[in-house]
């Protein structure tokens, strides 16, 4: 199972990486960026897994449990992530009211 998600993180990286470098557009710049969060939430959260494990509020007499520290640290990444996103969000609304564009390339122009 863990594998399964370290590569779909792997792939999602690989994915929204690639994004990032031949996108144009700004909002689909912040849709990439989004997707190589999720993988490393992704990733964080598989780190955390244990086979048969169970969480040790429950169960305090099991030898294994899950590990909550990852979980706990993709809840803040989560929130961290939404704020950043609606910051870059924000901030190619004024971009594109000042250019009239979300491309890079004409933003560039235009400014000179």
Do not use: W
Request: one cysteine or more.
């Amino acid at each position: 199972m863990q594998t399964i998600a370290f590569a779909g993180a792997g792939v999602l990286t690989l994915l929204g990486l690639y994004g990032l470098i031949t996108s144009r557009n700004c909002v689909k710049i912040v849709i990439c960026f989004n997707m190589m969060e999720t993988a490393a939430l992704i990733f964080l959260i598989a780190l955390g897994y244990r086979e048969g494990g169970t969480i040790p509020i429950i169960h305090p007499e099991r030898d294994v449990y899950v590990d909550p520290l990852p979980h706990a640290l993709a809840l803040t990444a989560i929130v961290i992530g939404a704020s950043l996103t609606a910051l870059m969000l924000a901030h190619i609304a004024r971009m594109y009211e000042q250019y009239k564009t979300l491309n890079i390339d004409r933003m560039r122009r235009l400014r000179g």
